[in-house]
């Protein structure tokens, strides 16, 4: 699995830093396909992930000069908008659970993002299996299948130890499979490099 630090211009975060919005704006247009890939995976919504990649933005934006490594901000932005993301699903799950202990039917989404990778009806499948995970077992799937992250790269952005998040991980794909069987394991095996 990659790691979630690529290629980044520190000299490009500290203009950013020290106030040039156009430094800012180039970083951020550079990770802007990943974080809207992962926050439309994790809430189903294109609509609504777009709002999420926004909202991290202006966090980002106002907190850029909190960041203490400039080397680390790819992590950085992604830990703000895996947290911006799980406010948003703890919000959601609290609307649509009006007093009941079990999940509530999740709709249909489209999944642009997963139709490529399998036919059509497979992936609105697994989307919508996708959506029924709880939230961290959700994270940390999409982290790691989707992602690409290592254990050691999603513990700094979920503040889980890797061990927690192995199992999650695995627990996921468990609960994958008793919903979906075959299907599962197809996208598994196309996701590998």
């Not at 180039?26 to 909202?55: I, K, N, P, S």
């Not at 079990?102 to 642009?112: G, I």
Request: charged share 25%; net charge neutral.
């Amino acid at each position: 699995m990659g790691s979630s630090e690529g290629a980044i211009d520190v000299a490009l975060v500290r203009a950013a830093q020290g106030g040039d919005r156009g430094a800012f704006e180039e970083l951020f247009a550079a990770q802007r396909d990943r974080l809207l890939r992962y926050l439309t995976v994790m809430c189903g919504d294109g609509g609504v992930a777009d709002d999420l990649v926004q909202d991290a933005l202006r966090r980002a934006f106002e907190r850029l000069d909190q960041l203490q490594q400039p080397e680390r901000f790819v992590s950085w932005l992604l830990s703000i908008a895996v947290n911006r993301c799980r406010n948003h699903l703890r919000d959601e799950v609290q609307r649509s659970h009006a007093g009941d202990a079990a999940l509530a039917a999740v709709p249909d989404r489209a999944r642009s993002a997963l139709s490529s990778i399998v036919r059509r009806e497979s992936a609105a499948q697994l989307a919508l299996a996708i959506d029924r995970l709880p939230i961290l077992m959700r994270e940390a799937f999409v982290l790691f299948h989707v992602e690409g992250l290592s254990y050691a790269a999603m513990s700094e952005l979920c503040a889980a130890s890797e061990n927690t998040l192995q199992v999650r991980v695995h627990r996921s794909k468990a609960l994958l499979r008793q919903q979906l069987g075959a299907v599962v394991d197809t996208w598994l095996s196309i996701q590998k490099p």
